[in-house]
């Protein structure tokens, strides 16, 4: 089973996600998002890496920052995110690497993750899950 699902939402596309810790969610969030804008990978063996350093008032403002992040990277560089390596993260801020690879272009166009309707839910057990909206 997969750790996130698309949801219908009308003229945009409702992500929801869930991860046994923060690391998981942020992680399986920036998934969901590669599956929505589905790049078109070329044959590259090289796999450079991309640095992000992220301050926020509060973790909901974080994991927004973090995908629009992403967002601008995959936008600006032509890259899909194949993997990232966080060296910290917290309530407050995330910093680490992206491993990218060069695309030819994505089948779709993502304009933004949004706050609409955003909430993270922290469970007794330390897993989170949220629903991200994006603005296409």
Not at 77 to 83: G, M, N, P, W, Y
């Amino acid at each position: 089973m997969s750790p996130f699902s698309l949801l219908d939402h009308t003229a945009d596309i409702r992500l929801k996600v869930t991860g046994c810790d923060l690391e998981q969610l942020f992680n399986d969030a920036l998934a969901g998002l590669t599956v929505i804008v589905s790049p078109h990978p070329r044959d590259s063996a090289a796999k450079p890496t991309v640095s992000f350093s992220i301050q926020a008032s509060d973790l909901e403002s974080l994991l927004v920052d973090f995908l629009n992040e992403a967002l601008f990277t995959l936008q600006t560089r032509k890259v899909a995110i194949t993997q990232v390596t966080f060296d910290s993260l917290n309530e407050f801020s995330a910093a680490g690497q992206w491993v990218v690879q060069p695309v030819a272009g994505f089948a779709a166009d993502v304009k933004a993750a949004t706050y609409h309707d955003l909430k993270i839910i922290r469970h007794p057990d330390g897993s989170f899950d949220t629903t991200i909206v994006f603005d296409l």
